[in-house]
């Protein structure tokens, strides 16, 4: 059974024999989903090399839990002196031998890590304010039930929005894009020609302010 109800209550008697699983989408999520999604356009590469950290940090955690395990089942299979269970120590030292290799690569990938977050965070004012965004367009069903958009759409939205902004190029009307039950007639103005971004604060923050205008501008002409 599905449902679309934001928080749905059910009788005790079904709770208890049922299992309730919230699809949901959370603020934090849709913010990390719209920063991964910006990065991926600014920095490809970066957000590239947090995915394969991410996923050499799983697979080494994974890596000291089956040591772990492993030693536990030679203990609990260990009879008599532990000292004369010579497939156990040498288990032993070669997962504290491994251990420490692992436990190295995790601390050196932590740290890649730290930096990398540092540069997405400085996009996070965009993830944010398009996360805000996006509760306001979901509540408007409240007001009538033609307002309705999907969270697919809303993505696309952001991630066109930002391929444009950076595009360097005029913008012509906007092609319908595929989720939304409004008007598709919705046109862009026209963004004006920005000179080739900098590295010092102004011009990055203006650059920021610039997607987030742009973005509220064509979702408030959506709708």
């Given at each position: 059974m599905t449902t679309q109800l934001p928080n749905p209550h059910f009788l005790p008697a079904?709770?208890?024999?049922?299992?309730?699983?919230?699809?949901?989408?959370?603020?934090?999520?849709?913010?990390?989903?719209?920063l991964s999604s910006m990065m991926s356009l600014e920095y490809p590469q970066l957000e590239?090399?947090?995915?394969?950290?991410l996923e050499s940090i799983t697979s080494d955690l994974f890596m000291i839990r089956e040591l772990e395990d492993r030693c536990l089942v030679l203990l609990q299979k260990t009879e008599g002196h532990i000292l004369?269970?010579?497939?156990l120590i040498d288990n032993?030292?070669?997962?504290?031998?491994?251990?420490?290799?692992?436990?190295?690569?995790?601390?050196?990938?932590?740290?890649?890590?730290?930096?990398?977050v540092k540069t997405r965070n400085k996009y996070l004012p965009v993830a944010s304010r398009g996360t805000i965004l996006y509760f306001v367009v979901a509540d408007l069903v409240q007001l009538d039930y033609m307002y309705q958009f999907s969270l697919e759409w809303f993505n696309k939205m952001f991630i066109k929005c930002v391929q444009d902004m950076n595009s360097n190029q005029t913008l012509a009307?906007?092609?319908?894009?595929?989720?939304?039950?409004?008007?598709?007639?919705?046109l862009r103005k026209p963004a004006v020609?920005?000179?080739?971004?900098?590295?010092?604060?102004g011009n990055f923050?203006?650059?920021?302010?610039?997607?987030?205008?742009?973005?509220?501008e064509n979702i408030h002409k959506v709708i």
């Amino acid at each position: 059974m599905t449902t679309q109800l934001p928080n749905p209550h059910f009788l005790p008697a079904i709770c208890i024999i049922v299992k309730l699983i919230n699809f949901t989408v959370t603020f934090e999520g849709l913010q990390d989903q719209l920063l991964s999604s910006m990065m991926s356009l600014e920095y490809p590469q970066l957000e590239q090399q947090r995915f394969q950290l991410l996923e050499s940090i799983t697979s080494d955690l994974f890596m000291i839990r089956e040591l772990e395990d492993r030693c536990l089942v030679l203990l609990q299979k260990t009879e008599g002196h532990i000292l004369d269970y010579l497939v156990l120590i040498d288990n032993l030292q070669s997962s504290k031998v491994m251990a420490k290799e692992i436990i190295h690569r995790i601390q050196t990938s932590v740290e890649m890590e730290k930096g990398i977050v540092k540069t997405r965070n400085k996009y996070l004012p965009v993830a944010s304010r398009g996360t805000i965004l996006y509760f306001v367009v979901a509540d408007l069903v409240q007001l009538d039930y033609m307002y309705q958009f999907s969270l697919e759409w809303f993505n696309k939205m952001f991630i066109k929005c930002v391929q444009d902004m950076n595009s360097n190029q005029t913008l012509a009307p906007q092609s319908p894009v595929s989720g939304t039950l409004r008007p598709r007639s919705a046109l862009r103005k026209p963004a004006v020609k920005k000179e080739k971004r900098g590295t010092d604060a102004g011009n990055f923050n203006l650059h920021l302010l610039e997607i987030i205008n742009m973005f509220k501008e064509n979702i408030h002409k959506v709708i």
